[in-house]
């Protein structure tokens, strides 16, 4: 379904990056080394990801729904002769949490790499490499009506609302996570300061089956807040006190983006991962009355970004 916004304003424009910018890290399932360039785009390109070890002209997958795959622990794409991009959550959320409408990726292997396990390496990229708007309004997929996915005791909903608002809670056995709820109005300015620095996290004791499976072979006290039965054995501790539902909620931003651009809409999820966030989007775009295409007004932004916003230089990632 499409339409134009029916509120009164001057209309957001696509951005895409000003300059290229280049990072390197490790991947955290594969455990390989992952050169990663970001690199700016033409309007209504989307995001785009480029395996450049691979020859040919297949080597391009679109961060889309339709090409996502559900997979254990991670977000993967999988493209033309079964080119694969796996553990794009974070990257994306920080594209979405930044509003890049348009970017390629370039990777010279099957992974974007972890980083420290948060969006806040990647939100650091984008603030070096800069933004520029482009001559063409943005669409956004308003939610008309109320939809729901859910199985045994987890669940994943979308609902109509005023900008973009995101309510999770999810409930751990473990005393260091227990439970806990947060809801955030999703802004640029809110995703970097309380929502980009949240890191993934996991449990010790699950490391081995993690590591039979193929998984976490990246994995260290560097890219992730590990669990010890009660105890979170990092360091440095926690960086929110309830860093872990805010990175569920940093994991749903870079899902939902899979959708092709924002959401004018309310995100709820109770214990909801990948696959049920994935789910949610197949059963949205299937009521085609639940939702329209709309060319987004300065209106439809939470405040305080009500108008265009100034990127500010970070100092460093984790600012």
């Given at each position: 379904?499409?339409?134009?916004?029916?509120?009164?304003?001057?209309?957001?424009?696509?951005?895409?990056?000003?300059?290229?910018?280049?990072?390197?890290?490790?991947?955290?399932?594969?455990?390989?080394?992952?050169?990663?360039?970001?690199?700016?785009?033409?309007?209504?390109?989307?995001?785009?990801?480029?395996?450049?070890?691979?020859?040919?002209?297949?080597?391009?997958?679109?961060?889309?729904?339709?090409?996502?795959?559900?997979?254990?622990?991670?977000t993967t794409l999988?493209?033309?002769?079964?080119?694969?991009?796996?553990?794009?959550?974070?990257?994306?959320?920080?594209?979405?949490?930044?509003?890049?409408?348009?970017?390629?990726?370039?990777?010279?292997?099957?992974?974007?790499?972890?980083?420290?396990?948060?969006?806040?390496?990647?939100?650091?990229?984008?603030?070096?490499?800069?933004?520029?708007?482009?001559?063409?309004?943005?669409?956004?997929?308003?939610?008309?009506?109320?939809?729901?996915?859910?199985?045994?005791?987890?669940?994943?909903?979308?609902?109509?609302?005023?900008?973009?608002?995101?309510?999770?809670?999810?409930?751990?056995?473990?005393?260091?996570?227990?439970?806990?709820?947060?809801?955030?109005?999703?802004?640029?300015?809110?995703?970097?300061?309380?929502?980009?620095?949240?890191?993934?996290?996991?449990?010790?004791?699950?490391?081995?089956?993690?590591?039979?499976?193929?998984?976490?072979?990246?994995?260290?006290?560097?890219?992730?807040?590990?669990?010890?039965?009660?105890?979170?054995?990092?360091?440095?501790?926690?960086?929110?006190?309830?860093?872990?539902?805010?990175?569920?909620?940093?994991?749903?931003?870079?899902?939902?983006?899979?959708?092709?651009?924002?959401?004018?809409?309310?995100?709820?999820?109770?214990?909801?991962?990948?696959?049920?966030?994935?789910?949610?989007?197949?059963?949205l775009f299937a009521?085609?009355?639940?939702?329209?295409?709309?060319?987004?007004?300065?209106?439809?932004?939470?405040?305080?970004?009500?108008?265009?916003?100034?990127?500010?230089?970070?100092?460093?990632?984790?600012?």
């Open positions: 379904m499409t339409g134009q916004s029916g509120i009164s304003g001057e209309f957001v424009r696509q951005k895409t990056l000003k300059n290229s910018i280049h990072c390197s890290g490790v991947g955290l399932h594969s455990g390989a080394k992952i050169n990663m360039t970001l690199l700016p785009a033409p309007a209504n390109t989307g995001v785009v990801f480029r395996r450049v070890d691979i020859n040919g002209g297949n080597n391009e997958v679109k961060a889309s729904w339709e090409n996502a795959v559900e997979t254990p622990l991670c999988v493209g033309q002769d079964g080119i694969k991009i796996a553990t794009i959550e974070h990257l994306m959320s920080a594209l979405a949490g930044y509003e890049i409408d348009n970017v390629v990726v370039e990777l010279n292997g099957a992974e974007v790499p972890v980083m420290d396990g948060s969006a806040a390496p990647f939100v650091f990229l984008i603030e070096c490499a800069g933004t520029v708007e482009q001559d063409t309004p943005r669409r956004a997929l308003r939610i008309i009506e109320h939809v729901e996915t859910s199985e045994s005791h987890r669940s994943a909903s979308v609902a109509p609302g005023k900008g973009f608002s995101i309510n999770f809670e999810i409930d751990f056995d473990s005393r260091a996570v227990g439970r806990q709820e947060w809801f955030v109005e999703v802004s640029q300015t809110s995703f970097k300061r309380e929502v980009s620095r949240a890191r993934t996290f996991g449990f010790l004791q699950e490391f081995d089956k993690l590591l039979e499976l193929g998984l976490a072979r990246g994995g260290s006290l560097d890219n992730a807040v590990v669990i010890s039965g009660d105890t979170v054995m990092n360091e440095g501790g926690l960086r929110y006190d309830d860093e872990f539902v805010r990175h569920k909620v940093l994991d749903s931003i870079g899902d939902l983006y899979l959708i092709g651009g924002p959401i004018i809409g309310h995100f709820h999820g109770v214990r909801a991962g990948h696959a049920l966030t994935l789910r949610l989007i197949k059963s009521q085609e009355s639940a939702w329209e295409w709309v060319d987004m007004t300065h209106s439809d932004l939470m405040p305080p970004l009500a108008a265009p916003a100034r990127l500010q230089p970070a100092v460093a990632a984790q600012a």
